[in-house]
């Protein structure tokens, strides 16, 4: 076996385990989680999750962050990120049966939009990508790339992209529920960043789904879409 299929094999080992995927599909909030917080999640003992993320950390899908004597886990980084993204989405699809209005309004909202560690992802991503596209912001005819239509129209949204070095200036992910690719790299993250700080969308508590306001047609969607990104009457009443 070379060196590269050894590497491989030793990362698929590490998610082949069903409690390391859990932690793994956490982490994709983008946050620093404690143990005990994963440990609740994944229902393990907290000497069982440590002994995961410490295989986890050692691989190097997770690096951890101390603070004074608390310990915290994440993503080792974006790449790592948009790996499981992609993994997650080429999975079967096991459809989950939401047996009360609480269990529907949660899958629903996650298909419509949520955070894929610090870029836009679900419905609300894809279209985002996909109305980028037919404005000519960016180009897919090798592999993607922003066109200077698309640098023109960051700036004139005055969204300040930081390509950080080795990290891509603009790529695609593959979305795990609309299985079409949404926009990751820097210039995903940034389009994340300024769409929070506007309150175009807003973290809904317990995960990683966002509620969409109107006013993210300011990124140029059709009405139309943004209409179906907003809850529906029960979800809004809740």
């Known amino acids: 076996m070379t060196a590269e299929g050894e590497e491989l094999a030793g990362w698929a080992r590490m998610l082949a385990d069903g409690t390391r995927a859990t932690v793994c599909l956490a982490l994709l909030d983008g946050r620093a989680w404690t143990a005990s917080e994963l440990a609740r999640l994944a229902k393990v003992s907290r000497p069982t999750i440590s002994e995961h993320l410490n295989q986890l950390v050692g691989g190097g899908l997770l690096t951890e962050v101390r603070q004074g004597r608390h310990r915290y886990v994440k993503l080792a980084g974006p790449d790592t990120a948009e790996l499981l993204e992609g993994l997650a989405a080429l999975a079967p699809r096991r459809e989950e049966v939401a047996n009360s209005l609480a269990a529907v309004s949660k899958r629903d909202a996650f298909a ?127």
């Open 112 to 238: 419509r939009a949520r955070t894929c560690y610090d870029h836009l992802a679900g419905k609300l991503g894809v279209a985002l990508a996909d109305a980028m596209t037919e404005r000519g912001l960016i180009d897919w005819s090798e592999g993607i790339a922003l066109t200077p239509e698309g640098q023109a129209w960051l700036e004139d949204l005055g969204i300040e992209v930081d390509v950080r070095r080795g990290r891509p200036a603009i790529r695609s992910c593959l979305d795990v529920t609309e299985r079409r690719p949404h926009l990751a790299g820097a210039v995903g993250a940034a389009l994340c960043r300024h769409a929070l700080r506007n309150d175009w969308v807003t973290h809904i508590p317990g995960g990683r789904a966002l509620k969409v306001s109107g006013s993210v047609q300011a990124f140029g969607l059709p009405v139309r879409v943004v209409k179906e990104l907003q809850p529906g009457p029960r979800e809004t009443q809740k």
